[in-house]
């Protein structure tokens, strides 16, 4: 059915926990979105089969039956175009985009990396942080580009790290701030307020 709502796709390689929020925030009457497909490069993961229980069209896609990246990108590429996809949310996929799926999405796809980038880009985040001894943390949402992690920054928002935080208690702690951020800029993007300049993203008001 034909809502006239943006249509996003997710991306997961796990346990879907911000592709949950994302969805039951656009079941909101006033949600400007739908998630339109969900594709998970992981057969296992948790998300895929969450996606399968909420009635959405899910997709495991298998890198290895592809001989490049480039291949396996432009078959993912196929199931975008199938879903008339508006724009692609990174939800916990562990793999690096290539200009291949860049360059046909440019500024179309998003990410929500935990920690206040440009700090501990990459793989545990919130290790990096406790490991660092930084009093204060949080989680990004950005856009996508060619580098990890490296993207214009949309919004951010911070927490405090405590001295007895463990990477656990801190990955909690900054998940639910996850939560709410990941859903506001995608709608914020659908109302059209997010204006990309270089490496700057302006909210419009
Ligand atoms: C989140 O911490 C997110 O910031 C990072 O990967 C994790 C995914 O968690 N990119 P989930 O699968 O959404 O629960």
């Known amino acids: 059915m034909k809502t006239g709502k943006g249509r996003i796709a997710i991306l997961l390689s796990g346990r879907g926990s911000n592709f949950e ?41 298998r890198p290895r039956d592809y001989l490049s990246k480039h ?25 690096i985009i290539s200009p291949t799926l860049i360059r046909r999405y440019q500024n179309r796809i998003l990410n929500i990396h935990p920690s206040l980038l440009p ?14 001894g930084v009093t204060e943390s949080g989680c ?15 919004m951010q928002a911070a927490v405090n790290v405590n001295k007895d935080d463990t990477a656990e208690s801190l990955s909690a702690r900054i998940l639910s701030e996850e939560h709410r951020i990941y859903s506001e800029v995608i709608n914020l993007y659908f109302l059209g307020k997010l204006k990309i300049e270089g490496r700057k993203v302006k909210i419009l008001t």
Not at 44 to 53: D, F, H, I, Q, W
Not at 73 to 88: A, F, M
Not at 140 to 154: A, F, K, Q, R, Y
Request: net charge negative; charged share 25%.
């Open 21 to 61: 929020a994302i969805y039951k925030n656009s079941l909101k009457t006033d949600s400007l979105f739908e998630i339109a497909v969900v594709i998970s490069d992981k057969k296992k993961a948790r998300g895929l089969a969450t996606a399968g229980e909420y009635g959405l069209p899910a997709y495991f896609i």
């Open 140 to 154: 990004t949402v950005h856009v996508v580009d060619e580098g990890v992690d490296s993207g214009p920054v949309i």
């Open 119 to 132: 700090l501990f880009p990459g793989l545990d985040a919130q290790k990096q942080a406790i490991d660092a």
């Open 71 to 95: 291949e396996y990108e432009e078959s993912l590429i196929s199931v975008l175009e199938k879903y008339n996809i508006d724009l692609i949310c990174l939800a916990g996929f562990m793999r």
